[in-house]
Every structure is written in C-alpha cells, then in structure tokens.
C-alpha cells in the first residue's frame, strides 16, 4: 500500500507544471519559463553562475543615490539545497550589474517571449 501511493506521488509530482515566477514592482506576478539574462557581456558573465539547477531564487536590489535613477544593481542569488526542505542552510552570492540588463522570459500560456529589465523587478524564483 505504502509503494502504491509513494508511485502515484511520484507520478503526480512528475507531471505537474511547474513555472518559474517573476515577481514585478508593484505586486504584480508572472508565471512561466525564466530563459536568460541579456545585456553586456560583462553582466551576463556575472550572472552566468545563475543556473535553474543550481539557483532557486534571485532578489534584485536598488542602488539609487539621492533619488537619481540607479544605474547599478546588486543581484542576490541563493543556492538550491538539496539536504534540507528550508532555505536557511542555502548560500547565497552577490553580483552588481547595469540597470540596463533585462531578463528574457516565457509567459505561460503566451507564445510571445517577454524582456524585464532588472529594474523592473523585485524578484525571480527559479523552479528545480
């Protein structure tokens, strides 16, 4: 009995959807499929560690100084941990990029691919 229900578990997992989430400055959430960072190629290498199976979530953070619009953000990345269920043993790292670098998403339901810039947004969760 207990196998039984442990295959339909993992059948049901399995087959799930499971989208990334992008969540917007003013509470506004887009589920999807994250695809990659664009912008200078010096960003982009530093937010090549940011990888699905590595990553689970990323939060932006604006550096503005006396109210002028940023043109650097500190992009802080956490690390899936695979021990534990909470997110309190995951590290996290730090990179600082233009405002300018955009990310290019895929809308579920939406054939279209989106681009935010980083500016736009507080926060991505990245799916495993």
């Known amino acids: 009995m207990h196998e039984s229900s442990h295959q ?5 997992l399995g087959t799930a959807p499971m989208w990334d989430r992008v969540e ?25 560690q940011i990888k699905r199976s590595k990553v689970d979530r990323i939060s932006i953070q604006q550096t503005s100084m006396l109210g002028f619009a940023p043109s650097r953000l500190q992009v802080r990345y956490s690390y899936r941990d695979y021990r534990s269920e909470g997110r309190s043993g995951s590290e ?28 736009s947004l507080l926060s991505i969760s990245l799916s495993a």
């Open 92 to 119: 996290s790292k730090e990179v600082t990029v233009r405002s300018s670098t955009e990310v290019l998403f895929q809308p579920r339901d939406s054939t279209k691919i989106k681009k935010f810039k980083l500016s």
């Open 24 to 48: 917007l400055k003013g509470s506004k959430i887009v589920l999807g499929e994250f695809l990659e960072f664009k912008g200078k190629q010096e960003d982009t290498l530093a937010l090549k």
């Open 8 to 12: 339909k578990l993992n059948f049901i």
